[in-house]
């Protein structure tokens, strides 16, 4: 017999008798409408999938919010991607919302087809150096599509925060900040979750942009 089982828009097509003697076996993932991720099994059921919490450190990566704050935010990132540059707004309105309960780690994640997104990394890690990270990393996610053609934009972008342009240019140059973006890279590869940026983790577990709020007022009205 078939047995058809459909979560969102996922539809999966079972084949087998309709008797099944044996412990039902996983045979796929899916999503609920609510962004659960769930396992497939063959008997034509599904169960929620166990929770997955990585422990990434800080390091030396830059953030926003309390050191001491209750929910963490991972966020990895690339300089020319739209959907990066999008979330950046949801993110501003989290930490603004939530102040004093909310820290976001930002990450980078250059993309290979982008050929400018790590030296824009570069950049606000060199603005880091002089305390302006965050306020570099803003302002090239509000201009990212002029990257493609104006790889140096960040230094416009330095010179209208009254960075030492100079200094910039050199630090660009120092291999230990390219050493922290292949760091940042080596992290989400060792997660072995699907590489899309962005990618964000809540107190480790891997959480959509589209259900982040919910998840950390969840995690706030139950800290236990």
Same mark, same amino acid.
């Given at each position: #017999?078939?047995?058809?089982?459909?979560?969102?828009?996922?539809?999966?097509?079972?084949? @087998?008798?309709?008797? $099944?003697?044996?412990?039902?076996?996983?045979? @796929?993932?899916?999503?609920?409408?609510?962004?659960?991720?769930?396992?497939?099994? !063959?008997?034509?059921?599904? %169960?929620?999938? =166990?929770?997955?919490?990585?422990? *990434?450190?800080?390091?030396?990566?830059?953030?926003?919010?309390?050191?001491?704050? %209750?929910?963490? /935010? *991972?966020?990895? #990132?690339?300089?020319?991607? =739209?959907?990066?540059?999008?979330?950046?707004?949801?993110?501003?309105? *989290?930490?603004?919302?939530?102040?004093?309960?909310?820290?976001?780690? $930002? +990450?980078?994640? =250059?993309?290979?087809?982008? %050929?400018?997104?790590?030296?824009?990394?570069?950049?606000?890690?060199?603005?880091?150096?002089?305390? #302006?990270?965050?306020? #570099?990393?803003?302002? /090239?996610?509000?201009? $990212?599509?002029?990257?493609?053609?104006?790889? !140096?934009?960040?230094?416009?972008?330095?010179?209208?925060?009254?960075?030492?342009?100079?200094?910039?240019?050199?630090?660009?140059?120092?291999?230990?900040?390219?050493?922290? *973006?292949?760091?940042?890279?080596?992290?989400?590869?060792?997660?072995?979750?699907?590489?899309?940026?962005? +990618?964000?983790?809540?107190?480790?577990?891997?959480?959509? /942009?589209?259900?982040?709020?919910? %998840?950390?007022?969840?995690?706030?009205?139950?800290?236990?």
């Amino acid at each position: #017999m078939k047995k058809i089982l459909i979560i969102n828009t996922l539809i999966i097509i079972l084949l @087998g008798s309709s008797v $099944y003697s044996q412990e039902p076996k996983v045979i @796929g993932e899916g999503t609920t409408k609510t962004g659960q991720k769930v396992l497939i099994l !063959d008997d034509g059921t599904w %169960k929620n999938k =166990p929770k997955e919490i990585f422990k *990434i450190p800080v390091g030396n990566s830059y953030y926003e919010g309390p050191s001491d704050a %209750k929910v963490t /935010i *991972i966020e990895w #990132m690339d300089y020319q991607w =739209p959907y990066c540059a999008k979330s950046t707004g949801t993110v501003e309105n *989290i930490l603004k919302k939530y102040s004093k309960d909310v820290r976001v780690v $930002y +990450k980078n994640f =250059p993309l290979r087809s982008h %050929k400018q997104a790590n030296l824009a990394a570069l950049y606000a890690l060199a603005a880091g150096n002089q305390g #302006m990270y965050n306020e #570099m990393h803003k302002k /090239i996610m509000s201009r $990212y599509t002029e990257l493609k053609n104006n790889q !140096d934009l960040p230094l416009e972008l330095a010179a209208e925060l009254g960075l030492n342009i100079d200094q910039l240019k050199v630090d660009i140059k120092d291999p230990l900040l390219q050493d922290q *973006i292949n760091l940042e890279v080596k992290e989400l590869r060792g997660t072995k979750l699907r590489l899309a940026v962005p +990618k964000f983790l809540v107190n480790g577990e891997e959480t959509s /942009i589209k259900v982040i709020q919910q %998840k950390i007022t969840q995690i706030l009205n139950n800290p236990n």
